[in-house]
């Protein structure tokens, strides 16, 4: 039972360092999304990707990069990293369906620190 | 303009009491979802209700309802009631039509707090 995994749950970079967030999820959802979560806001989309091979910006992709060369995983890279994204990152996905079939799943997040 | 729209950044609710969170939203689409998640302390987000913009009746799940009021473009989420598990942060969230790409987009969130 398993749905979206995520790595690591907590990690502190140092300012200029390059690390991956990895996501995996066993749903066969076609459709996979990154978003950042603030202190004391919403969340707002990184990357998202509707298949494997296919992959887009979201409101906020800036410093970021992903692949998607399986169903199963969309890695988030961060290049040079910044204090700005000091941030909660959130690994999701659905089944592009009706109704419910929409409901987007979520990772259990990931804290990153940069300093 | 924003999308989604909570007004209400905390809430106090007594035990056992209901509590109303609202939401109102923003879109020219025809279809479309609207959410609610619950993101207690831990840091999760728990998906609880869902309403599509087709669906006649209001959706309910357990203790979670949701008043859809179309015209007014309004989703408020009502717990009804409420138990100290439910202090937490709710999101509303709003999924545009059928041609994007399905993302959600979230409102600042209600931090509900349940006093004893």
């Known amino acids: 039972n398993a749905g979206v995994t995520q790595t690591p749950k907590f990690r502190i970079l140092k300012i200029g360092q390059s690390m991956t967030l990895q996501c995996t999820q066993d749903?066969?959802?076609?459709?996979m999304y990154w978003y950042r979560q603030d202190p004391g806001m919403g969340l707002k989309l990184i990357y998202y990707?509707?298949?494997?091979?296919?992959?887009d910006k979201g409101e906020v992709p800036n410093g970021y990069n992903v692949s998607r060369s399986t169903t199963e995983d969309f890695p988030l890279r961060l290049e040079l990293a910044a204090p700005s994204q000091t941030s909660v990152y959130f690994c999701?996905?659905?089944?592009?369906?009706?109704?419910?079939?929409?409901?987007?799943?979520f990772g259990e997040g990931s804290w990153l620190t940069v300093v | 303009a924003q999308k989604i729209t909570q007004t209400q950044p905390g809430m106090f609710v007594q035990e056992k009491e209901a509590v109303t969170l609202d939401c109102t939203y923003d879109?020219?689409?025809?279809?479309?979802?609207l959410f609610w998640y619950k993101q207690p302390s831990s840091g999760e987000m728990i998906f609880l209700i869902y309403?599509?913009?087709?669906?006649?009746q209001n959706a309910t799940e357990g203790r979670y309802s949701l008043n859809f009021q179309k015209a007014r473009k309004s989703a408020n989420l009502v717990i009804s009631a409420s138990q100290l598990g439910d202090s937490a942060m709710y999101f509303c969230?709003?999924?545009?039509?059928?041609?994007?790409?399905?993302?959600?987009?979230f409102g600042k969130g209600t931090k509900l707090s349940v006093k004893p």
């Open positions: 999701a996905s659905s089944y592009r369906g009706r109704g419910s079939g929409n409901t987007i799943y």
């Open positions: 749903m066969n959802h076609n459709y």
């Open positions: 990707s509707v298949g494997a091979g296919i992959t």
């Open positions: 879109t020219s689409d025809q279809s479309y979802g």
């Open positions: 309403q599509g913009s087709y669906d006649e």
């Open positions: 969230a709003m999924r545009e039509g059928r041609g994007s790409q399905g993302n959600l987009i």
